[in-house]
C-alpha cells in the first residue's frame, strides 16, 4: 500500500533563515505524482506543486524548491530566506497513477513557524 | 471566480441532528471529492464522484452520504450527527484524463462542530 511520511511534526525557524521538509513516499507503482499542499493559519489547501514519476528533475519557483529523489524516495520541499508568511501546515501527497484519485494519500503535514 | 466553494463554511448543531454541506466547483472538472481534517490535522479522503458514479467510499459510516445532481456539484449529507463528526470537511475536485490524476484543488472547508 502507498505511503506518505513526514518525519518533522514541527520545525521553527528565524525569518530569512533556509528550511528544508521532508517527504518520503512508498509505492510499488512506477506511474505516480507527488504534490505539496500548504494550509496556512487560515485553514484553506492551496496547491503548491504536481510531479510526475517520470520527470526527476529540481523546480525552482521563487523562494521554493523541490528536490525529487527516487532512488531515495523523497520529495523534499526548501524555502529559501522564509518569511512569516510561510508559516504553515504543508501536506506532501502521493496518488498512484490508476484511476479516479482512489489511491490519492496525504502525509501527516509538518507544521512550519517561521518567526519574526 | 472561485474555483471550489463550500457552503457553510461554519457549521455548529447538536448530536442526532442531520446537516448537509454543499459543494460546487466551476473548473469544469469531471471528478470531486470529499474529505474530513480532524483536530491532528490528518487527511482523509472519504468519496469520490466521476460523472456522477460513486468511485471510491472510504470505510465512513453510512450516516454519510454523497450527492451529486451534477458534476459541477457534489453535496455531503450526514445523517445522526455524532460528536466524532467534529472535523473540518474539504470539498476537492480534479479532471481525470486517461486515468491520470491531475493535481485536485479544494474548497475553503467546512469547520462542523457537533455539541
Known amino acids: 500500500a502507498q505511503k506518505v511520511t513526514q518525519a518533522q511534526t514541527e520545525i521553527s525557524v528565524v525569518e530569512k533563515e533556509d528550511v528544508t521538509l521532508d517527504c518520503v513516499y512508498e509505492?510499488?507503482?512506477?506511474?505516480?505524482?507527488l504534490f505539496w499542499y500548504k494550509q496556512p493559519p487560515s485553514g484553506e489547501l492551496v496547491f503548491l506543486i504536481r510531479r510526475n514519476s517520470f520527470d526527476e528533475q529540481n523546480e525552482i519557483s521563487g523562494r521554493y524548491s523541490w528536490n525529487f529523489q527516487k532512488s531515495t524516495s523523497s520529495f523534499n520541499f526548501t524555502i529559501t530566506a522564509s518569511q512569516v508568511v510561510d508559516s504553515a501546515v504543508y501536506f506532501c501527497a502521493l496518488s498512484e497513477g490508476d484511476n479516479y484519485g482512489q489511491n490519492f494519500v496525504f502525509g501527516p503535514g509538518t507544521r512550519l513557524s517561521v518567526l519574526p | 471566480d472561485t474555483a471550489v466553494s463550500q457552503t457553510p463554511k461554519y457549521l455548529v448543531t447538536q448530536m442526532g441532528n442531520d446537516k448537509s454541506i454543499k459543494c460546487e466547483q466551476n473548473?469544469?472538472?469531471?471528478?470531486m471529492y470529499w474529505y474530513k481534517q480532524d483536530s491532528k490535522k490528518f487527511l482523509k479522503i472519504m468519496f469520490s464522484?466521476?460523472?456522477?458514479?460513486?468511485?471510491i467510499n472510504e470505510t465512513v459510516p453510512n450516516r454519510f452520504s454523497p450527492k451529486s445532481p451534477d458534476k459541477a456539484h457534489l453535496n455531503l449529507h450526514i445523517n445522526s450527527l455524532e460528536l466524532g463528526d467534529s472535523a473540518v470537511y474539504f470539498c476537492?475536485?480534479?479532471?481525470?484524463?486517461?486515468?491520470?490524476?491531475?493535481?485536485?484543488?479544494f474548497g475553503p472547508g467546512t469547520r462542523l462542530l457537533v455539541l
Open positions: 509505492t510499488r507503482d512506477t506511474t505516480y505524482y
Open positions: 473548473l469544469g472538472h469531471d471528478t
Open positions: 476537492a475536485s480534479s479532471q481525470v484524463s486517461g486515468g491520470t490524476q491531475e493535481t485536485q484543488y
Open positions: 464522484y466521476n460523472n456522477k458514479e460513486l468511485i
